[in-house]
């Protein structure tokens, strides 16, 4: 996304932006594109201010909904050719091969503070690897990262890639969570409260 311009802020990425893509389970094969999924109905994307803000963006494709649950939105917006070697090594997982330039980019873009698990990941910092080989490592045996090794993993096209069905099961995730959550307030019901009202557990006047 930094390669992107803009801020976090431009593309709602505090609030309506659900997640980021590569590609689309509907057009493999197609490179060169970034795939923004949205919470947002079509019918409320042409009007709302983000909606406005994105199809104004220099490399604005288009959108599409997704009517799935409450109605999504994806926007398409093409990756800068200015960036094919960045984009090459991203795929390799040589994070730390980004220009000096870009680096300052991602982590403008991410807000990352000083000595961040961002910075230690694109310089190498011997902190996060250590920490790495902590996190890798377990009672038995210890994990030694190799010296000049990248101290994140390569991105895998499949987790890349957006699937209907991964939207479906976020679906069922979020309305079991409601469930839970209704479940859970019927179980402190002050017992103060008439026999109507605690017929609708976990309502509120």
């Known amino acids: 996304m930094p390669m992107l311009g803009k801020d976090r802020e431009f593309y709602g990425f505090y ?54 649950g409450p109605g999504y939105s994806m926007v398409v917006l093409q990756l800068p050719d200015n960036y094919g070697h960045e984009i090459k090594l991203f795929w390799e997982g040589k994070f730390s091969q980004f220009t000096e330039f870009y680096k300052m980019t991602v982590l403008s873009f991410h807000d990352a503070i000083e000595n961040s698990l961002l910075h230690g990941i694109l310089d190498k910092k011997t902190k996060t690897k250590k920490d790495l080989e902590r996190r890798l490592s377990e009672k038995t045996s210890k994990v030694r990262v190799p010296n000049g090794m990248d101290l994140d993993s390569k991105p895998l096209i499949t987790t890349e890639t957006f699937f209907f069905k991964d939207l479906t099961k976020f679906e069922i995730e979020q309305k079991e969570k409601l ?11 002050p017992a103060s409260m008439s026999k109507r009202q605690r017929r609708k557990p976990g309502t509120t006047n």
């Open 15 to 68: 609030k309506e932006l659900m997640n980021v893509y590569m590609f689309e389970e509907s057009y493999p094969g197609i490179d060169g594109y970034i795939y923004l999924l949205y919470r947002i109905k079509e019918d409320k994307f042409d009007g709302s201010t983000l909606g406005r803000r994105l199809v104004m963006h220099d490399y604005y494709i288009g959108y599409y909904t997704i009517s799935t």
């Open 179 to 189: 469930c839970n959550s209704i479940r859970s307030d019927s179980l402190v019901v």
